[in-house]
């Protein structure tokens, strides 16, 4: 009796790579993620949410691993100027991201990631969720991988592949970070 196997297209391993990455994330990072962001959703006041959010601070006290290099007068400064705004016309967190942006580039050592990082941190706070995905430095990696438009600030999720249509847009961004050197191996293998 003789078999008839089809070998697996490539795109159908390409998609599988991609689903197991997703799926990868979701094992063993989301629920991190939710308990980080809850620890911003938490704080009793306003003044409390910008602070620890500007200063980058976690529940152990601790400094959040991607603004561990800044310079602390420039955290402290980015906190004295976010508890100046004025946060009463916020309606989306693209609302509160170009409000942060406008105040933190300003200060020196203060980038992409830490303006996107804290807007995130103060979005828990407001209950306001990305509704793209933000790029910047590792982010942008994972995206250049895929294929997509990585000199842009943000990219709708409607950009990005199937497998990441199970995540909202936020966990992409951590995903796409978190996954970059895999997804440049994907992309080798596989975009050649």
Known sequence: MTRNCQPRSISSERHDLLDKIVQSYLDNHAANEERYLRFYAIQRTLPDAITKAALAEL????????????????????????????????????????????????????????????????????????????????????????????????????ALPAAFQRLRPEQVEDCLCIYKAELQAWARRFRG
């Open 59 to 158: 529940p152990n006290g601790k400094r959040f691993s991607h603004q561990c290099w800044i310079p602390l007068p420039a955290l402290t400064q980015a906190r004295d100027v976010l508890l100046k705004l004025n946060y009463s016309k916020l309606t989306t967190f693209t609302d509160l991201h170009e409000l942060v942006a406008q105040a933190l580039r300003p200060i020196w050592g203060i980038g992409p990631l830490t303006i996107y990082d804290t807007a995130h941190r103060l979005g828990a706070f407001f209950k306001l969720s990305p509704e793209h995905v933000y790029l910047h430095a590792g982010v942008r990696v994972g995206a250049k991988a895929l294929g997509l438009e990585d000199w842009k600030d943000k990219l709708p999720m409607n």
